[in-house]
């Protein structure tokens, strides 16, 4: 466990320095680790259930943009680099990849030409029922042994995390 240290003062003596310290038990590390290894072991989980199925056209990791895509009719990279957490130089390959695949299209805006749009194609939409069914099975795996009221207040807990991240992103 990390420890946050507290200097109080340093003592002379003579030419020799001595810490004097009060040690205080808050880990504050230890939620980003948690927020951490829940984020790997969720992806991890994610992938092994897209590679058992097989009849997906696209990775676990695209499936955070087929997701939003499905949710919304058309969005810009800016958009999806939002919604998503990706950065944009991560979001730009990977729509790349998706449009490829046939499975998202781009629009140009006709207010500035410098936009586009990506939308699902009417095969990525035939993936949708697969994907919703993968994320439905991650999460009975993730919610295991908890109560709909558990579920409930920890789902609150992390809206109000997010909230405060944003918050303090936006200081």
Request: some cysteine.
């Amino acid at each position: 466990m990390l420890r946050c240290i507290v200097l109080y003062r340093t003592v002379l003596y003579r030419t020799k320095i001595t810490k004097v310290t009060m040690e205080k038990n808050i880990d504050y590390s230890r939620p980003t680790l948690d927020m951490a290894n829940i984020r790997s072991l969720n992806s991890r989980v994610y992938a092994r259930k897209f590679e058992e199925r097989g009849e997906s056209l696209f990775t676990s990791e695209q499936s955070k943009v087929m997701w939003f895509l499905w949710h919304n009719d058309c969005m810009t990279t800016t958009d999806l680099s939002i919604a998503t957490g990706l950065a944009k130089n991560t979001l730009s390959v990977m729509l790349e990849r998706l449009e490829r695949n046939g499975l998202v299209e781009t629009e140009d805006c006709s207010q500035d030409k410098r936009k586009k749009f990506y939308k699902v194609t009417e095969l990525g939409a035939s993936q949708r029922k697969l994907g919703e069914e993968i994320s439905a099975a991650v999460g009975e795996i993730f919610y295991q042994g908890f109560t709909d009221s558990e579920r409930d207040q920890f789902e609150r807990y992390l809206k109000r995390i997010v909230e405060n991240l944003r918050k303090a992103d936006n200081d």
